[in-house]
Structure formats: C-alpha cells, structure tokens
Nanobody, 125 residues
Framework: QAQLVESGGGLVQAGGSLRLSCAAS????????MGWLRQGPGKEREFVAA????????YYSDSVKGRFTISRDNNKNTVYLQMNSLKPEDTAEYYC??????????????????WGQGTQVTVSS
C-alpha cells in the first residue's frame, strides 16, 4: 500500500502561486492514476485535478481549469499541482490520492483511495 506525503502548502496572497508536491512510496506508483482533492472550511471534499498513469491525460474541475496544472514524474514517484492566480476560495486542505481504477472523464470525481495527510493552502484577499 502506497504512502503519500504532501508538501508545499502555505499562506499566499490572492493572485499568487504555489506548487504542491505529493511523494509516494512503493514501486507501483506508475501503475496508478493520481488525483488532487481539497476540503475547504465547512465544505465537503471536492475533486480538483487528476492525471492518468502515464501523465498523458489530465482532468480539472471547472473552478480551477486554466489556473492549476497537475503533472507527475514517475521516476521520482511524485505528483505535482501547480496553482496560479490563486483566489481566497481556493483556501483548503489539499490531498493527493491514488486512483486504483482507470481514470476517465466521467469517473474523474470519485474512486480515490489511499489519501495523504494533506497540506494547508490559505489564500488571503
């Protein structure tokens, strides 16, 4: 079972950028699609972005499309989330997660398991 460790969160002003990283243990990282999800104060956890095993296909929620970019480096067992033009409503705990089942457009919002501990992103106005 892969262990996931997120990092890169912090406090940033609106319009700023952050890059989150998620390091995975184990030798099976490249066999899984990966996702980023977030949970804001008083909100349910929501899908942010996902990437296929090879990194060739990515999906985003409408709220972050055009501002966030998910990528992965299978040689480093790491998935990234580059966040630009941050808004106060992006404030949340961000989690990476493994997706054991095939990633498709219609299934991008669910099916994630093996969560990391999360990293806090706070965007001030």
């Amino acid at each position: 079972q892969a262990q996931l460790v997120e990092s890169g969160g912090g406090l940033v002003q609106a319009g700023g950028s952050l890059r989150l990283s998620c390091a995975a243990s184990g030798q099976t990282f490249s066999t899984y699609a990966m996702g980023w999800l977030r949970q804001g104060p008083g909100k349910e956890r929501e899908f942010v972005a996902a990437i296929t095993r090879s990194g060739g296909t990515t999906y985003y929620s409408d709220s972050v499309k055009g501002r966030f970019t998910i990528s992965r480096d299978n040689n480093k067992n790491t998935v990234y989330l580059q966040m630009n033009s941050l808004k106060p409503e992006d404030t949340a705990e961000y989690y990476c997660a493994v997706r054991p089942t095939p990633l498709t457009y219609s299934s991008r919002n669910y099916g994630y398991t093996h969560w990391g501990q999360g990293t806090q992103v706070t965007v001030s106005s």
